[in-house]
């Protein structure tokens, strides 16, 4: 589904990216795991197509296609989903509203109709009660005035919604009490199937224990230095990076 | 996607509506003196109380200067270039839209409001003014059983010149600024609405203006009325042809609220605000002021997002007790516009009470400025005032400003002012983008959401009709 192929990548004549190779298969769920400032977010923003970020080398495609020049509305309408560690605030904009636009434009750009509205709503009250949320959710201010919570339950929400082939889950658990962890884990389980896929991207082995990887990758100082099953990330939490660290400046 | 490039996106969008009706026209010359106002009212066929009152204001206004306080620039008009009388040639009384000039349907068409499609809608009354004179009425009649009075000013004139002479200049008078007395001297035509004791009226009155043909300056004067506990919303919008000379408008409105009366004057402006680089467009100079008697309302809500210049502040007089004033805005600059613009709340009543909520945009090269004044007199007890003035700042090339006057004679009062600035963020279209909306829906969405507040107060169609124009204003040609 996605293949990413010797990625350089940086910011502002900084290289962070240097040489990711990753292959996620459809029904896969892949970690990224790795010490603060190794890449992890700036990979996440890239896959979604963030601008910021130049790319000096490499190839990533999706589904076979090459997405490097697509900008990020396109690789969304294609099927990539990034839930973000800092949701953006948007006042003044409903949960409704918002959900509303995102997929009929989806649609649009598909070439479908819009969604019929009484089909939205089902679909709205089905994925909320599967997440435990409130109803009074859909008519609050986007992320305004949400919680930590409730900013990355409302992101698993709309992924939920928009139902991609491919999730990027970027640092979803951080700000989760266990419970809501749980919830939001569960979620996320019930909507795995055999054609979509899910990139973790986690400090913690804690989100591991509840939506188990098929894939553990170990991301360090812009490169993918180990990777393995879900031992892997049961070895990190038990012993740190820091034996990863000293094995990988022995490469 | 950098500032920069938004930024550039952003000011690329040309004005859509830019199109320009062949209707044939009877024209004054150029000029203004006492002989032009002398042939206005004679054109028009007004009573002699009438002629006179244009020529006082006009003397009252030859004595007058432009204002410059407020915090925009540009060329002064040569009055003595304009003309001051525009009429279509062919004016005649129509039963049904067959009869409205096809140029004129047209027109309605692009703009997607066409008169057709306005009768279908849920009772919507519409007065079209097309250069200066009205060509169709609709609804009257419906309106005449409840003893609703909606016609042009003109027409008032002839059929109710008692209620005329008795309001007309009483919440502005001539001499109150440059433009009201300009106006007063030469209006060619504007609506009039009588509201009747206790009557509520049962749709939306709405008028369409429509600055129609070159070189002609637009002079509308609208007097509405809502007698005791009556109440009536009423809606005006209006959009202008694409011109490469700059146009003068200066409209004065006028709203009496008697004792319990309510009105609601709603208003969705979007005149040519010029090209891209600064050039034509049309200068908006407007006086709208209402008086509040007892326990009476008056709510402004407007959305501008037109003109190259805009100088308007809609304002209340709160002359009875327990009276409530209120003003909602969004005003949009983009490229080289600028707004000066906001309101005045002048409690003169015990427990008078008003509200403003301004929301500017500014992107582009453009200046916007908010500027308000909430004025406590010393009888006002117990007078409360809550103003809220927000900025929305797009790219780094515009600029915001906020001036609030606050004129305090009464210990017992209480003025509450709160202000933010903010900026559509890199961040917030970004995570449009990742869920699969443009750029332009996405600036669109987010604009809509910061103006929430005020377009929540425009009635259903009309809002719908906002939230358009606000993308279109400020949508650029992504691609």
Known sequence: ??????????????????????????GEVHAIMGPNGSGKSTLSAIIAGREEYEVSQGRMDFEGEDIMDLAPEERAHKGIFLSFQYPIEIPGVTVTNFLKTAINETRKAQGMDPMPANEMLKKMRDKMSLLEMDKGFLSRSLNDGFSGGEKKRNEIFQMAMLEPKLAILDETDSGLDIDALRVVANGVNKLRNKDNAVILITHYQRLLDYIVPDVVHVLHKGKIVKSGDKNLALKLEEKGYDWLKEEASTL | MSEEKLLQEVTGSEYKYGFYTDIESDKAPPGLNEDII???????NEP????????????????????????????????????????????????????????????????????????????VAMDVVVDSVSVKTTFTKKLAELGIIFCSISDAIQEHPELVRKYLGTVVPKSDNFYAALNSAVFTDGSFCYIPKGVRCPMELSTYFRINEAGTGQFERTLLIADEASYVSYLEGCTAPMRDENQLHAAVVELIALDDAEIKYSTVQNWYPGDVNGKGGVFNFVTKRGICERNAKISWTQVETGSAVTWKYPSCILK?????????????????????????????????????????????????????????????????NFSQCDSLLMGSSCGSHTFPYIETKNKTAK?????????????????????????EEAIALIVNGYCKDVLNQLPMEFAVEAQKLLAISLEGSVG
Not at chain 2, 38 to 44: G, Q, W
Not at chain 2, 322 to 335: D, I, K, L, Q, R
Not at chain 2, 418 to 429: H, L, P, V
Request: charge should be positive; proline fraction near 3%; aromatic fraction near 8%.
């Open chain 1, 1 to 26: 589904m996605l293949k990413i192929n010797n990625l350089h990548a940086g910011i502002d004549g900084t290289e962070i990216l240097k040489g990711i190779n990753l292959e996620v298969k459809a």
């Open chain 2, 48 to 123: 002699e109380w009438m002629t006179e009152w244009r020529l006082d204001a006009f003397r009252k206004w030859e004595k007058m200067n432009e204002p410059n306080w407020a915090n925009i620039n540009y060329p002064k008009p040569d009055f003595q270039a304009i003309s001051y009388y525009a009429a279509p040639k062919k004016k005649k009384t129509l039963d049904s839209l067959d009869e409205v000039d096809p140029e004129l349907l047209k027109t309605f068409e692009k703009l997607g409001i066409s008169l057709d499609e306005q009768k279908r809608l849920s009772g």
């Open chain 2, 320 to 384: 009875g007790e327990n009276s409530v004033g209120e003003f909602y805005s969004v005003a949009v600059t983009n490229n080289y516009q600028q707004a000066d613009t906001g309101t005045k709340m002048i409690h003169l009543g015990k427990n008078t009470k008003s509200t403003i909520i301004s929301k500017g945009i500014c992107a582009g090269k453009s200046n916007g400025s908010y500027r308000g004044l909430v004025k406590i007199g010393p009888r006002a007890e117990h007078a409360r």
């Open chain 2, 38 to 44: 002398r042939f206005i009212s004679a054109k028009k």
């Open chain 2, 415 to 439: 003025v509450e002012h709160e202000a933010t600035t903010s900026k559509i963020g890199e961040d917030q279209i970004f995570y449009c983008n990742q869920r699969g909306i443009g750029e």
